[in-house]
């Protein structure tokens, strides 16, 4: 492997790309201790060394990080450490790491996601969140049937909130608060329950 082209990111840090392609960071005391250089060839048993006693620990370590103040997915992880440059086959690695020793569990993240967010928000808008988390669609259909969300109920506060009176509420009102409603995820079919009218109503 050639190291084709060292790139600076800041004063103690540069990206360095193998072959026009293969890309990671090292500090400047590392690239010395390896003799990378634009130009140099980069042995295999050089470049797995890099890979075992550079960037995995430091890999690990930063994935720890991420994770010391709040869960994460594994989506999220992979697409911190992708951020930071480290190749597929670290990634890889770290997340097999991270999900043998139970720091990364997407069916416990989602569950527990669920029950803090369950009596706030709709079942649409939760599948949207951890769509966007990276769960897998099947893992959030089961997580939706084991967990309870109750949206009469939250539909009924959000009415109670804006103070609904179905005699006194307009049709045109009415019509405001089943589009809100809606752009919460609600379904129109629990919305009109819960206002105590029928479309043709509104």
Do not use: W
């Not at 042995?43 to 990080?65: D, M």
């Not at 103070?163 to 009102?173: A, N, Q």
């Amino acid at each position: 492997m050639q190291v084709t082209s060292i790139v600076p990111l800041d004063k103690q840090r540069s990206k360095v790309f193998l072959d026009e392609e293969q890309v990671f960071v090292l500090y400047r005391g590392e690239r010395k201790r390896y003799q990378i250089e634009e130009g140099n060839e980069l042995s295999e048993e050089q470049y797995n060394r890099i890979l075992e006693e550079i960037l995995l620990k430091r890999g690990k370590e930063r994935a720890l990080y991420y994770l010391k103040d709040r869960d994460r997915t594994e989506y999220e992880i992979r697409k911190k450490l992708k951020e930071g440059f480290y190749p597929q086959q670290v990634v890889d690695q770290i997340i097999n790491f991270l999900t043998e020793y139970h720091f990364l569990d997407d069916l416990d993240f989602g569950r527990r996601y669920i029950e803090t967010y369950g009596n706030q928000r709709s079942r649409k808008r939760l599948e949207f969140d951890l769509l966007k988390k990276g769960l897998k669609q099947e893992q959030i259909r089961i997580l939706l049937e084991d967990c309870e969300v109750c949206e009469d109920r939250q539909i009924r506060a959000f009415l109670q909130k804006k103070g609904y009176m179905p005699e006194s509420t307009t049709p045109k009102d009415k019509a405001k608060l089943v589009a809100a409603l809606a752009r919460k995820g609600f379904s129109f079919d629990a919305v009109y329950r819960n206002l105590g009218v029928s479309q043709e109503d509104i």
